[in-house]
């Protein structure tokens, strides 16, 4: 993969690529730092450089893999625009989507002076990250496995507490859920847990709150966990009571819609046609302006990664792709429904990693 993304380098006509953002450092190094920027340079020299907090660690696990190791010093940008001059880098990108502003000027402005030229690219790494390698998938199948078990053991927990459940919270859940992540093996979640109850669900992103547990109504939980650095995204719908039969006939469409878009998942098709798979029975039931954002998104070292499954994505599916699928539908004022898996595309279609059915379950 470092290969690639130094031929890509080359192309486009670089000396080097600084990478300065989280996810990309860990993507390229498999290391993790709160300060870290990786240099690689058209030649295919491999450079990570960070503060002393990190330095020994970087050079016991990246030195054996061919990497040099350079501590970071005060002043920042001269002393990275240094470190590039001694790597004999006159044109570098940075990620224009990832930097801030200040820093992209002040770095700039610093390089300038030393005859680099500076130039924002964005992206640059979203057509590798897209394809999953199989140790990738791997990690991103056992945090789907470890949230598959923490979900079945919160369901088993609300069955055990069925005649105290309006005394329990959406914060509780969410705290039942993090616990169960921390046993499984997992690093936490990969994104605050999503428990919605009763009319709460009809709004996607809730913020999980205070608020008590209701009766007769929806319970929403939208949920995932990291495991060595990948993430995994699920969502279920579940009732407490007795359901509504309007929620009731608004779970079955969504069931479909999810059913019918993971039919849809071809590789050579364009990916927007995931999207409208879901989208068009949505609105042949009569649902499809309660049907609010798109069908899914990408998922790997980042929750929300390329691609984004919607109408107007013209990306072509690929193999090794991975990606959630995850239709909804949300009456204000009643409650929602959205059922989420996600999905990797192998030579046959979408394989789902879930193992957790998406039939109805009533407590």
């Known amino acids: 993969m470092l290969q690639k993304v130094v031929e890509k380098i080359s192309r486009q006509g670089l000396d080097g690529f600084l990478f300065s953002s989280q996810p990309s450092v860990f993507y390229l190094t498999r290391f993790r730092s709160t300060h870290a920027y990786v240099l690689l340079t058209s030649k295919g020299e491999r450079v990570l450089i960070t503060d002393s907090r990190y330095t020994l660690k970087a050079e016991r696990e990246l030195k054996p893999q061919g990497w040099k190791v350079i501590e970071v010093k005060a002043p920042l940008f001269g002393n990275l625009v240094s470190?590039?001059?001694d790597f004999g880098v006159k044109r570098v990108a940075l990620e224009g989507d990832r930097v801030k502003y200040d820093f992209f000027e002040r770095f700039k402005c610093t390089a300038f002076r030393r005859g680099i030229e500076v130039i924002p690219l964005s992206g640059f790494l979203d057509e590798f990250r897209m394809v999953k390698t199989a140790e990738e998938i791997g990690f991103i199948q056992k945090a789907v496995e470890i949230t598959d078990k923490a979900y079945q053991r919160l369901v088993e927990f609300l069955r055990e507490n069925q005649k105290r459940l309006t005394k329990l919270k959406e914060s509780d859940l969410r705290r039942f859920l993090?616990?169960?992540?921390?046993?499984?093996g997992a690093e936490g979640e990969?994104?605050?847990?999503?428990?919605?109850?009763?009319?709460?669900?009809?709004?996607?992103?809730?913020?999980t709150s205070e608020t008590p547990l209701r009766e007769n109504a929806p319970l929403l939980i939208d949920t995932g966990c990291v495991y060595k650095g990948y993430c995994s995204d699920f969502t279920r719908t579940l009732f407490i009571g007795n359901p509504d039969r309007e929620l009731l006939k608004v779970y079955e469409v969504v069931r479909e819609a999810h059913?019918?878009?993971?039919?849809a998942v071809k590789v050579?098709?364009?990916?927007?046609e995931v999207d409208l798979a879901a989208r068009e029975y949505?609105?042949?039931a009569g649902?499809?302006?309660?049907?609010?954002?798109?069908t899914g998104h990408g998922v790997g070292i980042e929750i929300h990664e390329p691609p984004r499954v919607y109408k107007n994505d013209k990306t072509p599916i690929r193999e090794g792709m991975v990606f959630t699928i995850e239709p909804g539908i949300y009456l204000p004022g009643k409650g929602g429904v959205r059922l989420e898996n996600i999905v990797v595309v192998t030579d046959k279609g979408a394989k789902i990693l879930q193992k957790t059915s998406l039939d109805v379950v009533v407590i």
């Open 287 to 294: 649902y499809g302006k309660f049907f609010t954002h798109s």
């Open 178 to 184: 993090i616990c169960e992540y921390l046993k499984g």
């Open 83 to 85: 470190i590039l001059s």
């Open 268 to 272: 050579g098709r364009l990916i927007g």
């Open 259 to 263: 059913l019918r878009a993971v039919e």
């Open 190 to 207: 990969s994104f605050p847990s999503i428990v919605a109850t009763g009319d709460n669900s009809a709004i996607p992103h809730h913020e």
């Open 282 to 284: 949505i609105e042949r």
